[in-house]
Antibody
């Protein structure tokens, strides 16, 4: 079965750091773009970051630029999100998702999602 | 930055057709997709590239996109379709979500 399993969430103080992981299985991980998407309590979906198959391209939402870093290890079928200088507004469920994208075409959609990991930033 | 606008809520009677809209500047020049999210669950892709359905998604889900508006249509709406629905597009190397629409089946 195609599966994504996130881990690494928890309670952290403002200004602290956390590293999220996403373990992929059931598909050729190195063939896909990957994304992190978050959802604050009672709110909608917010895209956080994307990474290309080989890690050579990375894109971020403005609110996390300079604080968050997306990375991947294709040998371990794993996706990561290093989160530094965390703020209360980063509190959310963080989802890992498989991306579908083709250069030159105006589409990017996410067809496989994990169950999410919860990050709470509070003192 | 690019924005997508959805109505906060839509209501439909069982068996009727529900239409959820998503508006954005020249959205028809891009591809739109739609996700369904039920309480406590992860999002599920129900339509991609404007009108394609992933494997396992019922035929009652369909999509269209033209001009400044994309539409998700659910024909013969069932109680199990009650959920939040989010549209999404790709613009300038960024993923953009609409604010979401709560579909109530009553």
């Amino acid at each position: 079965d195609v599966q994504l399993v996130e881990s690494g969430g928890g309670l952290v103080q403002p200004g602290g750091s956390l590293r999220l992981s996403c373990a992929a299985s059931g598909f050729t991980f190195s063939s896909y773009w990957m994304s992190w998407v978050r959802q604050a309590p009672g709110k909608g979906l917010e895209w956080v970051a994307n990474i290309k198959q080989d890690g050579s391209e990375k894109y971020y939402v403005d609110s996390v630029k300079g604080r968050f870093t997306i990375s991947r290890d294709n040998a371990k079928n794993s996706l990561y999100l290093q989160m530094n200088s965390l703020r209360a507004e980063d509190t959310a469920v963080y989802y890992c998702a498989r991306g579908n994208y083709q250069q030159g075409y105006y589409y990017y959609y996410m067809d496989v999602w994990g169950k999410g990991t919860t990050v709470t930033v509070s003192s | 930055s690019y924005e997508l606008t959805q109505p906060p809520s839509v209501s439909v009677s069982p068996g009727q057709t529900a239409s959820i809209t998503c508006s954005g500047d020249k959205l028809g020049d891009k591809y739109a997709c739609w996700y369904q999210q039920k309480p406590g669950q992860s999002p599920v892709l129900v339509v991609y590239q404007d009108s394609k359905r992933p494997s396992g998604i019922p035929e009652r889900f369909s999509g269209s996109n033209s001009g400044n508006k994309a539409t998700l249509t659910i024909s013969g709406t069932q109680a199990m379709d009650e959920a939040d629905y989010f549209c999404q597009a790709w613009d300038s190397n960024s993923v953009v979500f609409g604010g979401g629409t709560k579909l109530t089946v009553l």
